[in-house]
Protein backbone atom coordinates (compact mmCIF):
# COMPACT_ATOMS: atom_id res chain seq x y z
CA UNK A 1 0.00 0.00 0.00
CA UNK A 2 1.74 3.27 -1.22
CA UNK A 3 0.86 6.71 1.62
CA UNK A 4 2.02 10.00 1.46
CA UNK A 5 3.62 10.77 4.91
CA UNK A 6 3.65 14.47 6.44
CA UNK A 7 6.06 13.02 9.37
CA UNK A 8 9.55 14.85 9.13
CA UNK A 9 11.25 12.80 7.57
CA UNK A 10 8.82 11.46 5.57
CA UNK A 11 10.03 7.34 6.28
CA UNK A 12 9.22 8.34 10.23
CA UNK A 13 5.71 7.31 9.90
CA UNK A 14 6.74 3.66 10.12
CA UNK A 15 8.00 4.02 13.87
CA UNK A 16 4.76 5.08 14.76
CA UNK A 17 2.30 1.71 15.34
CA UNK A 18 -0.30 0.93 15.08
CA UNK A 19 -1.69 3.03 12.74
CA UNK A 20 -5.64 3.46 12.74
CA UNK A 21 -8.04 4.16 9.98
CA UNK A 22 -12.10 5.28 10.11
CA UNK A 23 -13.84 3.78 7.65
CA UNK A 24 -17.78 4.13 7.03
CA UNK A 25 -17.95 5.37 10.87
CA UNK A 26 -15.80 2.48 12.00
CA UNK A 27 -12.22 2.97 13.77
CA UNK A 28 -9.55 -0.06 12.66
CA UNK A 29 -6.65 -0.71 13.57
CA UNK A 30 -3.70 -1.29 10.95
CA UNK A 31 -0.80 -3.25 12.00
CA UNK A 32 2.29 -2.64 9.95
CA UNK A 33 4.61 -5.87 8.90
CA UNK A 34 7.37 -3.88 6.40
CA UNK A 35 7.60 -0.49 5.23
CA UNK A 36 10.55 1.86 2.96
CA UNK A 37 10.63 5.07 1.36
CA UNK A 38 9.76 4.91 -2.47
CA UNK A 39 10.29 8.42 -4.10
CA UNK A 40 8.20 10.74 -2.13
CA UNK A 41 5.90 8.12 -0.99
CA UNK A 42 6.28 5.23 1.57
CA UNK A 43 5.46 1.87 0.41
CA UNK A 44 4.10 -0.36 3.49
CA UNK A 45 3.21 -4.28 3.87
CA UNK A 46 -0.21 -4.61 6.29
CA UNK A 47 -1.13 -7.16 8.47
CA UNK A 48 -4.28 -9.23 6.59
CA UNK A 49 -4.18 -6.94 3.58
CA UNK A 50 -3.02 -8.93 0.43
CA UNK A 51 -4.09 -7.33 -2.31
CA UNK A 52 -5.79 -4.13 -4.32
CA UNK A 53 -9.39 -5.15 -3.13
CA UNK A 54 -8.86 -5.60 0.35
CA UNK A 55 -7.29 -2.18 -0.04
CA UNK A 56 -9.59 -0.28 -2.49
CA UNK A 57 -11.49 1.23 1.20
CA UNK A 58 -8.68 2.36 1.66
CA UNK A 59 -8.24 4.70 -1.16
CA UNK A 60 -8.06 8.80 0.62
CA UNK A 61 -8.32 8.03 3.32
CA UNK A 62 -6.47 9.61 6.63
CA UNK A 63 -4.19 7.35 8.96
CA UNK A 64 -4.30 8.69 12.50
CA UNK A 65 -1.57 7.36 15.99
CA UNK A 66 -1.86 7.63 19.38
CA UNK A 67 -0.51 10.89 20.12
CA UNK A 68 0.74 9.77 23.30
CA UNK A 69 3.54 7.97 20.48
CA UNK A 70 4.53 11.58 19.48
CA UNK A 71 7.78 12.46 20.94
CA UNK A 72 8.14 15.17 23.64
CA UNK A 73 8.52 18.76 22.31
CA UNK A 74 10.50 21.49 23.72
CA UNK A 75 9.63 24.63 25.52
CA UNK A 76 7.77 26.89 22.83
CA UNK A 77 7.21 24.04 20.66
CA UNK A 78 3.67 22.74 19.31
CA UNK A 79 2.56 20.57 17.19
CA UNK A 80 0.43 21.65 14.08
CA UNK A 81 -3.29 19.90 15.62
CA UNK A 82 -2.36 21.83 19.39
CA UNK A 83 -2.84 25.08 17.55
CA UNK A 84 -5.98 24.17 15.14
CA UNK A 85 -9.07 26.00 16.82
CA UNK A 86 -6.47 28.58 18.59
CA UNK A 87 -8.38 32.06 18.70
CA UNK A 88 -5.84 34.33 16.68
CA UNK A 89 -5.07 38.27 17.79
CA UNK A 90 -3.38 40.98 17.13
CA UNK A 91 -0.99 43.62 19.28
CA UNK A 92 -4.10 45.43 19.19
CA UNK A 93 -6.24 43.08 21.00
CA UNK A 94 -8.38 42.82 17.52
CA UNK A 95 -9.75 38.85 17.08
CA UNK A 96 -8.82 38.11 13.08
CA UNK A 97 -10.37 34.01 14.09
CA UNK A 98 -9.63 31.11 14.75
CA UNK A 99 -6.79 28.54 13.07
CA UNK A 100 -8.14 26.66 10.80
CA UNK A 101 -5.33 25.07 8.88
CA UNK A 102 -1.51 25.69 8.93
CA UNK A 103 0.53 25.29 5.55
CA UNK A 104 3.67 24.75 4.69
CA UNK A 105 5.30 26.98 2.26
CA UNK A 106 8.13 25.76 1.86
CA UNK A 107 9.69 29.04 2.99
CA UNK A 108 7.97 28.87 5.88
CA UNK A 109 5.05 27.69 7.88
CA UNK A 110 1.88 29.97 7.64
CA UNK A 111 -1.55 29.80 9.77
CA UNK A 112 -4.80 29.97 8.13
CA UNK A 113 -6.93 31.96 10.19
CA UNK A 114 -11.03 32.26 9.52
CA UNK A 115 -12.51 35.12 10.56
CA UNK A 116 -14.69 37.74 9.03
CA UNK A 117 -11.98 37.37 6.39
CA UNK A 118 -9.08 34.99 5.74
CA UNK A 119 -5.88 35.81 7.07
CA UNK A 120 -2.32 34.13 5.80
CA UNK A 121 -0.14 35.19 8.81
CA UNK A 122 3.66 33.32 8.96
CA UNK A 123 4.18 31.11 11.61
CA UNK A 124 7.97 32.65 12.34
CA UNK A 125 9.19 35.83 13.99
CA UNK A 126 8.71 38.81 14.09
CA UNK A 127 5.07 38.08 12.92
CA UNK A 128 4.33 35.62 15.91
CA UNK A 129 4.22 36.55 19.31
CA UNK A 130 3.28 34.24 21.72
CA UNK A 131 1.15 31.13 21.28
CA UNK A 132 -0.62 30.18 24.80
CA UNK A 133 -2.29 26.88 24.94
CA UNK A 134 -4.12 27.10 28.10
CA UNK A 135 -5.89 30.34 26.95
CA UNK A 136 -6.27 28.86 23.46
CA UNK A 137 -4.91 32.02 22.25
CA UNK A 138 -2.39 33.32 19.70
CA UNK A 139 -0.58 36.58 20.02
CA UNK A 140 0.79 38.18 16.53
CA UNK A 141 1.91 40.82 14.83
CA UNK A 142 -0.79 41.17 11.95
CA UNK A 143 -2.90 43.91 10.44
CA UNK A 144 -6.32 43.26 10.60
CA UNK A 145 -6.97 44.46 7.19
CA UNK A 146 -4.08 42.77 5.68
Known amino acids: MKLFSHTQPRKNILSYQPWHIQI ?3 WQTLDILKGREQGKTIVA ?8 EQARPMIGIDLYI ?3 QLPK ?5 HYWEDLIGLE ?5 QVVLGKVSNLVDTGANNVLVVNGDKEHWVPYIE ?3 ISVDIDKQQIL ?3 DEDF
Open 140 to 142: VDW
Open 24 to 26: DGQ
Open 73 to 77: LSEGE
Open 45 to 52: QLKDINDR
Open 88 to 92: VINQQ
Open 66 to 68: EKS
Open 126 to 128: PFL
